[in-house]
């Protein structure tokens, strides 16, 4: 028999697993401090209650607005998690005015996709990957308490990027166990996705396509209320992310899509002896 079309479009994305945003999901076996791993990658198809933890406002939601749009759509529960406003963002703002700028558009931006818009103040271009700042990262998961969380990826060439990648992986682990004492009741994520940004492509390698047809022009006018959005900072964003939903979608034959990757643990796969 001939390849098909559709044959031919999941070898073009090496086997990547395609999410509807309209399937159902279900529950898998899970590990304390690491996300659950299933026999076929990422098929609990959880974004019911995602937490989006970025090093910037524009990172959050022009990288990964998308599934958090996903998440509100079906009336659950979206968060925006900035390490840092950005602040020093802008060529010819002064710092703390532009910080000021993000952090509202930011709160715009959520509010229009039904969803919270969350800061830790770090400065820009010093967000610290210590102890401190991974605990303060563990404490927002155990208050939002999110199924799934989207990050950076770690091939990155900003250094911000990189750093929460780092204090993401272990907030999580730090999230989950009980015997570590905080204000809130441990917390065990069930899946971590890195978003696809430009900015971090080092090694990014997609392997789960996300539907987001439905809320594509939702997402897209709250990017916009960004003014960086619109090329402000020397980088078309809006050119860039929309054109990529589009290319993401031809490859997992939605109109619409995002581009993630899993983490090492999503990919493990247990196989029983018959």
Request: net charge neutral; glycine share 6%.
């Amino acid at each position: 028999m001939s390849p098909t079309r559709r044959d031919f479009l999941t070898m073009a994305s090496r086997g990547a697993v395609a999410l509807s945003a309209r399937r159902g999901f279900f529950d898998a076996a899970q590990l304390p401090g690491r996300p659950s791993n299933t026999t076929s990658g990422s098929q609990d198809r959880d974004f019911s209650n995602v937490l989006v933890i970025a090093a910037h406002p524009g990172d959050a939601f022009f990288a990964m607005g998308g599934p958090v749009a996903v998440a509100t759509l079906s009336k659950s529960k979206g968060y925006f998690l900035s390490l840092s406003l950005g602040e020093r963002g802008s060529p010819s703002i002064p710092p703390q005015q532009y910080g000021a700028s993000q952090q509202s558009a930011a709160e715009k931006a959520a509010a229009l996709l039904g969803a919270k818009a969350l800061f830790l103040h770090y400065p820009d271009g010093e967000i610290p990957a210590n102890d401190e700042a991974k605990f303060s990262v563990c404490d927002v998961i155990r208050q939002c308490k999110p199924s799934t969380i989207v990050t950076h990826w770690k091939g990155s060439w900003h250094k911000d990027h990189r750093a929460c990648y780092e204090i993401v992986q272990d907030a999580i682990f730090y999230a989950a166990l009980p015997a570590i004492v905080r204000k809130q009741p441990a917390h065990t994520v069930r899946k971590l996705y890195f978003a696809s940004n430009w900015e971090d492509v080092v090694g990014f390698v997609a392997d789960t396509y996300l539907d987001i047809t439905p809320v594509c022009e939702d997402w897209l006018n709250a990017c916009s209320v960004f003014p960086m959005w619109r090329g402000e900072s020397g980088f078309r964003y809006n050119d860039y992310y929309s054109s990529m939903a589009v290319a993401h979608g031809c490859v997992s034959s939605f109109k619409r899509a995002v581009a993630l990757m899993s983490s090492d643990e999503q990919r493990i796969q247990n196989i029983q002896t018959p």
